[in-house]
């Protein structure tokens, strides 16, 4: 059994679990406990407590891109874990400086602040993902990390006001670094999103066509807050159309008029918050 606990997001699903503008997901499989993503306070840690769960005991990190809401608390996990007894993976992209470009123009830094010289100096175990597909585990050689995906899906454009620094150059932040986890179960594939950059159809297409299974679960965050609701609608027709998909957990940079339109036009539509759990056979 595979089973994905929210740890922290942006609604709370118990009124003893705080929520906050970040994602953090606990994923329990067979031989392993991964921890995907840490929002960008201590709630990954608290609200776990109170679900009696144990995130720091996590044997597998993933930082799914390099935005503040995602990363920025990652440090709290290093400081439990002075055993090292842990694999960190992430992309060497995340080591960029990364922006926000508001509508007048001004640059607003997003990034979680985590640098290589860090990592080493905390002897983090820790593994930079560049292939478009890596396994992490031998003893669970389904589960495969994803990443630089195609863009096919001509509603899913990347937006201008995400920008990063190149060299001397601050140019569009194309998000390829941005990782995806797949996880297989009975009747396919289990594919967890950190914010969606790249899109997420284009992902579910990439994870089909790499794993060469069908998606049955969508659960993380689509940025379609960013978009206007014709692509939020673009969104909902591509998952309807998919025959295999039985669960749309998206949440988070989702956005609230977005998840309305999934509330109400999406088949395969399941609430998220902090402390939802969701099985997968």
């Given at each position: 059994?595979?089973?994905?606990?929210?740890?922290?997001?942006?609604?709370?699903?118990?009124?003893?679990?705080?929520?906050?503008?970040?994602?953090?997901?606990?994923?329990?499989?067979?031989?392993?406990?991964?921890?995907?993503?840490?929002?960008?306070?201590?709630?990954?840690?608290?609200?776990?407590?109170?679900?009696?769960?144990?995130?720091?005991?996590?044997?597998?990190?993933?930082?799914?891109?390099?935005?503040?809401?995602?990363?920025?608390?990652?440090?709290?996990?290093?400081?439990?874990?002075?055993?090292?007894?842990?694999?960190?993976?992430?992309?060497?992209?995340?080591?960029?400086?990364?922006?926000?470009?508001?509508?007048?123009?001004?640059?607003?830094?997003?990034?979680?602040?985590?640098?290589?010289?860090?990592?080493?100096?905390?002897?983090?175990?820790?593994?930079?993902?560049?292939?478009?597909?890596?396994?992490?585990?031998?003893?669970?050689?389904?589960?495969?990390?994803?990443?630089r995906f195609e863009r096919r899906c001509f509603f899913e454009p990347m937006l201008e006001e995400f920008?990063?620094?190149?060299?001397?150059?601050?140019?569009?932040?194309?998000?390829?670094?941005?990782?995806?986890?797949?996880?297989?179960?009975?009747?396919?594939?289990?594919?967890?999103?950190?914010?969606?950059?790249?899109?997420?159809?284009?992902?579910?297409?990439?994870?089909?066509?790499?794993?060469?299974?069908?998606?049955?679960?969508?659960?993380?965050?689509?940025?379609?807050?960013?978009?206007?609701?014709?692509?939020?609608?673009?969104?909902?027709?591509?998952?309807?159309?998919?025959?295999?998909?039985?669960?749309?957990?998206?949440?988070?940079?989702?956005?609230?008029?977005?998840?309305?339109?999934?509330?109400?036009?999406?088949?395969?539509?399941?609430?998220?918050?902090?402390?939802?759990?969701?099985?997968?056979?």
């Amino acid at each position: 059994m595979v089973r994905v606990i929210i740890l922290s997001e942006n609604t709370s699903m118990r009124p003893d679990l705080a929520p906050e503008d970040g994602l953090s997901v606990l994923i329990e499989t067979e031989h392993h406990k991964i921890l995907m993503d840490s929002g960008w306070n201590d709630l990954f840690l608290s609200n776990a407590d109170a679900l009696g769960v144990d995130a720091a005991s996590a044997d597998t990190v993933i930082l799914s891109h390099n935005h503040y809401d995602h990363g920025l608390s990652m440090p709290l996990f290093f400081d439990r874990r002075p055993d090292k007894n842990y694999r960190f993976y992430l992309s060497s992209d995340v080591l960029w400086s990364v922006f926000h470009r508001r509508a007048d123009g001004s640059l607003t830094s997003t990034g979680c602040g985590l640098t290589d010289g860090e990592l080493i100096r905390r002897r983090v175990p820790h593994k930079y993902i560049e292939a478009p597909v890596f396994y992490p585990f031998a003893d669970e050689p389904g589960i495969a990390l994803l990443s630089r995906f195609e863009r096919r899906c001509f509603f899913e454009p990347m937006l201008e006001e995400f920008r990063q620094q190149r060299g001397g150059a601050l140019v569009r932040d194309e998000f390829y670094h941005e990782l995806a986890l797949a996880i297989p179960v009975k009747d396919g594939l289990v594919l967890l999103t950190g914010c969606a950059h790249s899109g997420v159809c284009n992902m579910v297409l990439a994870a089909e066509e790499r794993l060469s299974r069908p998606v049955v679960a969508v659960i993380g965050g689509t940025h379609l807050k960013a978009s206007g609701p014709e692509r939020a609608m673009a969104t909902i027709q591509f998952f309807n159309k998919h025959p295999s998909l039985q669960t749309a957990a998206v949440c988070h940079c989702t956005g609230a008029a977005a998840l309305a339109l999934f509330s109400e036009h999406c088949r395969a539509y399941q609430p998220c918050g902090a402390g939802s759990v969701l099985d997968f056979d």
